[in-house]
T-cell receptor, first 110, second 115 residues
Framework: SQQGEEDPQALSIQEGENATMNCSYK?????LQWYRQNSGRGLVHLIL?????REKHSGRLRVTLDTSKKSSSLLITASRAADTASYFC??????????FGGGTRLMVKP | DTAVSQTPKYLVTQMGNDKSIKCEQN?????MYWYKQDSKKFLKIMFS???????INETVPNRFSPKSPDKAHLNLHINSLELGDSAVYFC??????????????FGPGTRLTVL
């Protein structure tokens, strides 16, 4: 079963709007990571948040982590058409591997 | 400069054949991985190697045999291909091993189609 599950599975917004994606997981983690996958490409690492951190920023990305609720959110502000991609959360819970969720497919309309 | 490269990018073959996918990373990382992404985009780890040593084997059929000739290369050989093996296979590498899994760097993927 998937450790991380993203919500929503698909999201369509207009350029300039903010996009929020959520991730829930089941077991305790060392860290949680977010990746982006453009169509037909490999995954690209966006941001890593450690279990003792609550919030992290990187450019237009903001990630929060609530270990008590076993959930994380990824916020993309002022979205652009180029942000259209699938976004995956991945948890490091066993120390030697990442477990990925099913992804959120984001479409940003120009 | 390509950090993690895979060949081939596309692979179309008949059921029952044997095929290999190659992966190379020039990042100097100690750990390499193979993932399988199915048609619904679920990404599942198959194998993990650290310094040429197998660390993780996630209940993958023994028709799949990874080989790491050195820590920069991790190849995947698949025997007796089945229809269900059709997927996109991703290689990845990571600088860390024990304790915590850090950022992973992915290759572009190999789309395998079994007819």
């Amino acid at each position: 079963s998937q450790q991380g599950e993203e919500d929503p599975q698909a999201l369509s917004i207009q350029e300039g709007e903010n996009a929020t994606m959520n991730c829930s997981y089941k077991t305790s983690i060392n860290n949680l990571q977010w990746y982006r996958q453009n169509s037909g490409r490999g995954l690209v690492h966006l941001i890593l948040i450690r279990s003792n951190e609550r919030e992290k920023h990187s450019g237009r990305l903001r990630v929060t982590l609530d270990t008590s609720k076993k959930s994380s959110s990824l916020l993309i502000t002022a979205s652009r058409a180029a942000d259209t991609a699938s976004y995956f959360c991945a948890t490091d819970n066993a120390g030697n591997m990442l477990t990925f969720g099913g992804g959120t497919r984001l479409m940003v309309k120009p | 400069d390509t950090a993690v490269s895979q060949t081939p990018k596309y692979l179309v073959t008949q059921m029952g054949n044997d095929k290999s996918i190659k992966c190379e990373q020039n990042l100097g990382h100690d750990t390499m991985y193979w993932y399988k992404q199915d048609s619904k985009k679920f990404l599942k780890i198959m194998f993990s190697y650290n310094n040429k040593e197998l660390i993780i084997n996630e209940t993958v059929p023994n028709r799949f045999s990874p080989k790491s000739p050195d820590k920069a290369h991790l190849n995947l050989h698949i025997n007796s291909l089945e229809l269900g093996d059709s997927a996109v296979y991703f290689c990845a590498s990571s600088p860390d091993y024990l304790g915590v899994t850090d950022t992973q760097y992915f290759g572009p993927g190999t789309r395998l189609t079994v007819l």
